[in-house]
């Protein structure tokens, strides 16, 4: 069965196709045929202005076209097409959605950050690691950071904050947010002798990739101390020289840093694990489950 997810984020817009195949005995196997990433940074018009200024609502018209066109090619069988922080502030970002429908019939969902939150949590890497009392999920987006504390099977709690990296580069994170992530991070840590970290999002996944560790290995709080301590002094062209990044990644990534290692430290946590995964996954997984609980 050929699906297709949507992720509509503050930074970047991602269209995941993935082949799921059931076996008679209930395991699944999620082949990616296709990942497209459109960098339409939404978030830099929503936070700065309230909403979606013309020049980037095309841009976004003209993407979601594109992605209906790659879903008609690979016979997408369903999709779920997800928008989550910029949208959900953007004055206007219901009628685009409107929009969108209207003219290419894609149906798109404004979802809150407590559904993102179950979204990231729905991909269930946390059940594979067992050397840790409790786990994190922290997935930090361009206009928010949803985490999911998680243990013996169960979600314990559960948040989305108003911080993201483009709300940082814009100025627009405000202190009670910041007050109220640490109040999260701390009143429900403290509960646990000890935490691992999982990191989802374009920028975790960018710094696992630089930093050589093999897959399964987790990146240390150390090891972001040492990015965040090389990258902030550098202008946005030396990153993209120096660490082979694009511009939508080079600017993004020190605001990111600071988020993970804040949460970390906060937390006592001294071991992210990067499975890279993300919204388009779980949304993939939630699609699937939902067509087979009809079979």
């Known amino acids: 069965m050929i699906l297709a997810a949507i992720d509509i984020g503050s930074n970047a817009a991602r269209l995941l196709i993935t082949d799921v195949h059931a076996y008679t005995d209930g395991s699944l196997d999620y082949t990616k045929l296709n990942l497209v990433r459109v960098p339409l940074r939404l978030g830099f018009d929503v936070f700065a202005h309230g909403s979606i200024g013309m020049e980037r609502k095309l841009m976004m018209l003209k993407t979601m076209r594109a992605f209906q066109s790659l ?42 950050g407590q559904e993102e939150a179950n979204i990231i949590y729905e991909n269930h890497f946390a059940e594979k690691l067992s050397n840790a009392s409790a ?21 314990v709690a559960k948040e989305s904050f108003n911080i993201g990296t483009i709300r940082m580069l814009t100025g627009k994170v405000e ?38 560790k093999k897959n399964g290995r987790p990146l240390t709080l150390e090891n972001l101390k040492d990015f965040y301590k090389q990258m902030s002094p550098l202008t946005i062209e030396e990153r993209m020289h120096l660490y082979d990044l694009k511009l939508d990644r080079a600017d993004v990534i020190v605001p990111a840093l600071e988020i993970y290692t804040t949460i970390m430290r906060w937390a006592n946590i001294t071991d992210i694990y990067v499975p890279q995964i993300g919204v388009a996954d779980g949304l993939i997984k939630i699609l699937y489950k939902e067509i087979a609980a009809k079979l």
């Open 71 to 112: 879903m008609d090619v690979y016979q997408v069988e369903h999709y779920k097409a997800a928008a989550t922080s910029a949208l959900r502030d953007a004055g206007n970002g219901r009628d685009i959605i409107d929009e969108i429908q209207k003219d290419c019939g894609l149906q798109i969902q404004i979802i809150t």
């Open 135 to 155: 786990h994190l999920y922290i997935d930090v987006g361009g206009g928010s950071t949803e985490c999911t504390l998680f243990c013996d099977d169960t979600v």
């Open 175 to 212: 202190d009670k947010s910041w007050d109220a992530l640490k109040c999260f991070i701390k009143d429900n840590s403290k509960k646990y002798r000890s935490i691992d970290a999982i990191g989802s999002g374009g920028n975790i996944n960018k710094i696992f990739s630089l930093s050589k």
